[in-house]
């Protein structure tokens, strides 16, 4: 798996600010898909990234130190040293999305039909169950 699998999506998102505020400040390569390099958060943290091994990138700041996680500094300085990657990776999410948006779609025409299926009786006893389970809810959560 590589860096973006084994980020958490908010670390994903927030490396893909800071990469396009252009905040990593310097980086350099130092071995084989190895790279070493600032980035500027709250403060300045050092950066270790291992392009073939996501779990043996560190970094200094509090999310990441000691703890084998991917962070938004090691996503900034990746998508720096890649942007392909950058682009490749909003391109993905704007596939997901209208995938996203074509299930919708498809699910709500289904929803029609059904709808249309039942008898009068039927549909007002679904938007009884429908409206009583509303209650439940706001019961639960409200």
């Known amino acids: 798996m590589g860096l973006i699998e084994v980020a958490s999506g908010e670390s994903v998102w927030r490396g893909m600010d800071y990469y396009e505020e252009k905040k ?15 980035v500027k958060g709250q ?21 990441a130190q000691g703890r084998r996680v991917v ?13 392909q990657a950058a682009i490749d990776f909003l ?11 074509e299930a919708q779609k498809t699910h709500i025409e289904e929803l029609k ?8 009786a039927e549909l007002q006893e679904k938007y009884l169950e429908a409206l009583l389970e509303l209650e439940e809810c706001r019961d639960r959560y409200w």
Do not use: N
């Not at 391109?91 to 948006?101: C, G, I």
């Open 113 to 120: 039909k059904y709808i249309k299926s039942l008898s009068k």
């Open 91 to 101: 391109k993905q999410v704007d596939e997901w999305e209208k995938e996203k948006e």
């Open 71 to 83: 962070c938004k500094h090691m996503i900034a300085m990746y998508f720096t040293i890649r942007p």
């Open 43 to 63: 403060s300045v943290y050092q950066v270790h990234l291992d392009i073939e091994h996501p779990r043996r990138s560190t970094c200094s700041c509090p999310f």
């Open 24 to 38: 990593v400040l310097s980086w350099e390569e130092t071995g084989y898909e190895q790279y070493d390099g600032t």
